[in-house]
C-alpha cells in the first residue's frame, strides 16, 4: 500500500461535447450504468490504497461534493423502507475515502488544475486520475505505476496503444524499450500531435503517479497547445533533464472505458452492463437480437 500517497481529480472541466446534459450537471456526474462516471474513478484510487483524494472542481460542480456527501433523508427513507441493498449502495459513495475539494478558479489547463493541489499535496507523490478514462477494476493499471514509482523514483504515465489516425486527441510519447514489455522509458512527450509527426502511437492515458517535484516545473511552465499550461509540457522537461529522475510509461493492454466522448460514452455503459451479473443475462441477448435487426 502506498504510504502517505494522495490522489487527485482534476474535474473542472466544462463538458461542451456533452451539451445540453451537462449544462446544469457535471459532466463527471453523468451516469455509467448506475453510478456517476467519477465514482469509478474514486473507487480505483480507493482499490489501489489511497484514501486522501482532492477533487479539483469548477462552477456550478456542487453535485459532485453532494454524491460524496452523506444524505439522511434518504438514507432514513431506504431503511424505514427496509431497502437493504440501495441504502448499501448509496452508503457506499459517502464512505469511500476522505474527500476534498479545491476550485480551480480560472480553466488554463490540466498542468494548471494539478498545481492547485500543491498545498493539500505537500511534498509527498501522488496520483492523478482523470474522469474521462475508467480502468476496468479487474484489470491492474495503478497499483503497478504506484509500485513503478515507488521502485525508481521516476514520474509514471499509463500508455496505451491507440490507432494511429487517432493519436492526435492525446498526448503521444517517444519511448525506449526495457527489458519489461510492459514498461518503457518516456524520452519526450508531444501534445495531440498530428499522425505525421508522432514519436509513436503510444497515447498517455489519464493516469500519472507523480513525485512532488513537478510542481515546481508547473509554476514556470507557459501556456502551450490551446493556450493552456499543459502537465504534458511540464512531463517533457523532466523526461529531457538528464540529472532528474525522468519519467517511465507503464504500458497498459486492458479494458479501459472512455466517456469523454458521447459514442465511446455510450459503448462504455453498454460494455460494462453487459458485463453485470445483474443486468448482463438480459441485455446480451437483446443486443444480439437488436443488431440482427439493423
Not at 466544462?14 to 451539451?19: C, D, K, P, Q, V
Not at 511534498?123 to 480502468?135: R, T
Not at 493499471?141 to 509500485?147: D, K, P, V
Not at 514556470?220 to 517511465?248: C, F, H, N, W
Amino acid at each position: 500500500m502506498p504510504l502517505n500517497m494522495k490522489a487527485v481529480i482534476p474535474a473542472a472541466g466544462l463538458g461542451t461535447r456533452f451539451l445540453p446534459a451537462t449544462k446544469a450537471m457535471p459532466k463527471e456526474m453523468l451516469p455509467v450504468v448506475d453510478k456517476p462516471a467519477i465514482q469509478y474513478v474514486v473507487e480505483e484510487a480507493v482499490q489501489a490504497g489511497i484514501d486522501d483524494i482532492l477533487i479539483i472542481i469548477g462552477r456550478n460542480k456542487n453535485a459532485l461534493a453532494n454524491h460524496f456527501d452523506s444524505v439522511p433523508e434518504l438514507e432514513s427513507t431506504l431503511n424505514a423502507k427496509g431497502d437493504t441493498a440501495r441504502l448499501r449502495r448509496v452508503l457506499e459513495a459517502s464512505d469511500l475515502a476522505d474527500i476534498h475539494f479545491v476550485r480551480q478558479g480560472e480553466p488554463k489547463g490540466l498542468g494548471h488544475a494539478v498545481l492547485r493541489a500543491r498545498t493539500h499535496v505537500g511534498e509527498a507523490s501522488f496520483a492523478v486520475l482523470l474522469g474521462d478514462d475508467l480502468i476496468d477494476e479487474r484489470d491492474e493499471l495503478l497499483t503497478r505505476m504506484i509500485a513503478e514509482h515507488e521502485r525508481t523514483g521516476s514520474a509514471i504515465v499509463a500508455l496505451m496503444e491507440v490507432d494511429p489516425a487517432h493519436i492526435h486527441m492525446y498526448g503521444a510519447a517517444a519511448i525506449e524499450a526495457t527489458d519489461d514489455p510492459d514498461l518503457v522509458r518516456v524520452t519526450g512527450l508531444v501534445e495531440k500531435p498530428s499522425a505525421d509527426v508522432a514519436p509513436s502511437n503510444l497515447a498517455i492515458i489519464g493516469r500519472y503517479v507523480l513525485p512532488a517535484s513537478v510542481f515546481e516545473i508547473l509554476e514556470r511552465t507557459g501556456p502551450g497547445k490551446g493556450g493552456e499550461i499543459q502537465l504534458t509540457d511540464a512531463l517533457q522537461e523532466m523526461a529531457a533533464d538528464p540529472d532528474g529522475p525522468g519519467v517511465s510509461g507503464v504500458v497498459f493492454r486492458g479494458r479501459r472505458y472512455d466517456t469523454g466522448d458521447r459514442l465511446d460514452y455510450i459503448k462504455a455503459i453498454v460494455q460494462l452492463a453487459s458485463d453485470r451479473d445483474d443486468l448482463g443475462p438480459d441485455l446480451r441477448p437483446w443486443l444480439k437480437d437488436f443488431a440482427a435487426g439493423l
